[in-house]
């Protein structure tokens, strides 16, 4: 499959310079957020913002943090953790967890349980050894 990339560098010049510089958000948020159009098996965005939602695992300031990338795509091994919300399943994709600008949040979807929270990054520190 043939990757807009040119489409998606325009977007990506066009958060740098406009996107939210300081945002409130904190740890255990979902947020739809411009991860981009990557290479190989990297996670890609989609729809015309190249956008995916993502649980907010760590909060390093106002403006960056790590993220896990989310899918519908349910997959229950060591690399992925499912979650239940609104009467649909998703998987955490936790080996596609990224540091990113708060630039590329879009917009807040929720917050998770502190006890899911707490499954989540227990399986994070078990993939990490």
């Known amino acids: 499959m043939e990757k807009d990339f040119d489409t998606w560098n325009e977007e990506k010049r066009r958060l740098h310079v406009s996107g939210a510089e300081k945002l409130i958000f904190r740890e255990r948020e979902i947020w739809w957020c411009s991860i981009g159009l990557n290479i ?68 807040y979807v929720r917050k998770i349980s502190g006890y899911q929270f707490a499954l989540v990054r227990a399986k994070i520190i078990l993939l990490l050894g």
């Open 40 to 107: 190989g098996d990297e996670e890609d965005g989609k729809n015309e913002f190249f956008e995916r939602p993502v649980l907010v695992v760590r909060k390093f300031n106002e403006k960056i943090a790590w993220v896990v990338p989310m899918t519908t795509a349910v997959k229950n091994n060591p690399f992925h953790h499912v979650i239940f919300h609104d009467d649909v399943y998703f998987s955490l994709m936790l080996s596609q967890m990224r540091l990113l600008s708060v630039k590329r949040f879009r917009r």
